[in-house]
């Protein structure tokens, strides 16, 4: 069964670095790109970033770009995602997705929440 | 702002059908897959529809999936309580080199 299970939210406040994780299992992390997508409260969804299999290529939404990093460690079957100078509008709920071939989100974690307040 | 633009809500009574619309440009939908996914209150997204109208195992055929140039449709037949949720679009971006959602969709049994 598919597992993906994130970890690493809390309150921050502004400026503040916060970093997540994503421990996958189920499945072969390494063939798979993996991404982060969030969703504001009351909000819709958002892609946030994603990762090739082995992190050669990397893209991100242009509200984190500069601020946010994106990671993945194949031997631990884990994701990771730095935030960086965290702003009141990141809070929001971070789900980590893995990313099937034909670049559908075909499996999310039951997300965790980041909440930047002072 | 999503690039994706979705109703923002429609309704029907038990057993009828819905429909809902995703508009997108040349730089996704025309040349991308789309993907639907449901959200239930306080739940994760889950995959419904890929690669414009295959479903995952597990989804029941009264869900359908079609695209048609720049914009994908989400069908939904004999309309029951358990479809009550938000749907969401979503493709990957050439121009933007990002994936991207369309504005979400609540869906209401009458």
């Known amino acids: 069964e598919v597992q993906v299970v994130e970890s690493g939210g809390g309150l921050v406040q502004p400026g503040g670095s916060l970093r997540l994780s994503c421990a996958a299992s189920?499945?072969?992390?390494?063939?798979?790109?993996m991404g982060w997508v969030r969703q504001a409260p009351g909000k819709g969804l958002e892609w946030v970033a994603n990762i090739k299999q082995d992190g050669s290529e990397k893209y991100y939404v242009d509200s984190v770009k500069g601020r946010f990093t994106i990671s993945r460690d194949n031997a631990k079957n884990s994701l990771y995602l730095q935030m960086n100078s965290l702003r009141a509008e990141d809070t929001a709920v971070y789900y980590c997705?893995?990313?099937?071939?034909?670049?559908?989100?075909?499996?999310w974690g039951q997300g965790t929440l980041v909440t930047v307040s002072s | 702002q999503s690039v994706l633009t979705q109703p923002p809500s429609v309704s029907a009574a038990p057993g009828q059908k819905v429909t809902i619309s995703c508009s997108g440009s040349?730089?996704?939908?025309?040349?991308?897959?789309v993907s639907w996914y449901q959200q239930f209150p306080g739940t994760a997204p889950k995959l419904l529809i890929y690669e414009n109208f295959k479903r995952p195992s597990g989804i029941p055929d009264r869900f359908s999936g079609s695209k048609s140039g720049t914009s994908g449709t989400l069908g939904i037949t004999g309309l029951q309580t358990g479809d009550e949720a938000d749907y969401y679009c979503g493709t990957w971006d050439r121009s933007l080199s990002a994936y991207v959602f369309g504005t979400g969709t609540k869906v209401t049994v009458l």
């Open positions: 997705v893995v990313t099937a071939e034909s670049g559908c989100l075909d499996y």
């Open positions: 040349s730089s996704n939908i025309g040349n991308n897959y």
């Open positions: 189920g499945f072969t992390f390494s063939s798979y790109w």
